[in-house]
T-cell receptor
Framework: AQSVTQLDSQVPVFEEAPVELRCNYS??????LFWYVQYPNQGLQLLLK??????LVKGINGFEAEFNKSQTSFHLRKPSVHISDTAEYFC??????????????FGDGTTLTVKP | NAGVTQTPKFRVLKTGQSMTLLCAQD?????MYWYRQDPGMGLRLIHY???????AKGEVPDGYNVSRLKKQNFLLGLESAAPSQTSVYFC????????????FGPGTRLTVL
């Protein structure tokens, strides 16, 4: 079984400032890791994913995340945020390979609010 | 491609009424999922399906039933709605060999009075 903890429920930040959204996970098996974004009144969209290889992964809209196996973390970062980045962000984990029907476990979400 | 679509977008029910939510995907995905999203609780898996004619329980299946008679459709039924089922419901799908990335529908906002 896997679990995900998003350490901040709300993150307010000013426009053009850097931001980090923190995610820790636990699992007894190898995992794939994901960040999804949900804009108001919409479904979730994939921002980026870590499958294997390089621990720094780049996604859409200038976001990147770093996989740290020893700390079981997968923090999301952006060097300079825009008003349009205001949204809810979800970290998710699933067992790697083709087991467990590809089910993902989601964190509770972090609301990023970018202020002018 | 329309991707994943959900019908209806909004619905208000009275306690005890029944309804069916429809999820349709045109990407030929094998796996489909139903989640509910509640404030501060992320997404919780209700039921899922790994192929036509097969379904399985997720984390919070009580009070819901599902059917997958066609590969492209996944139906979620509420037999006797309760206020605790007030939520936003999301459907998702994915290919079996696609590293577990899921594609989500726009959601159905359900209120049970």
């Amino acid at each position: 079984a896997q679990s995900v903890t998003q350490l901040d429920s709300q993150v307010p930040v000013f426009e053009e400032a850097p931001v980090e959204l923190r995610c820790n996970y636990s699992s007894s098996v190898s995992v794939y890791l994901f960040w999804y974004v949900q804009y108001p009144n919409q479904g979730l969209q994939l921002l980026l994913k870590y499958l294997s290889g390089s621990t720094l992964v780049k996604g859409i809209n200038g976001f990147e995340a770093e996989f740290n196996k020893s700390q079981t973390s997968f923090h999301l970062r952006k060097p300079s945020v825009h008003i349009s980045d205001t949204a809810e962000y979800f970290c998710a984990v699933s067992a790697s390979g083709h087991t467990n029907a590809g089910k993902s476990t989601f964190g509770d979400g972090t609301t990023l609010t970018v202020k002018p | 491609n329309a991707g994943v679509t959900q019908t209806p977008k909004f619905r208000v029910l009275k306690t005890g009424q029944s309804m069916t939510l429809l999820c349709a995907q045109d990407m030929n995905h094998e796996y489909m999922y139903w989640y509910r999203q509640d404030p501060g609780m992320g997404l919780r898996l209700i039921h899922y399906s790994v192929g036509e004619g097969t379904t399985a329980k997720g984390e919070v299946p009580d009070g819901y039933n599902v059917s997958r008679l066609k590969k492209q459709n996944f139906l979620l039924g509420l037999e006797s709605a309760a206020p605790s089922q007030t939520s936003v419901y999301f459907c998702a799908s994915r290919r079996v060999f696609d590293y577990n990335e899921q594609f989500f529908g726009p959601g159905t906002r359900l209120t049970v009075l």
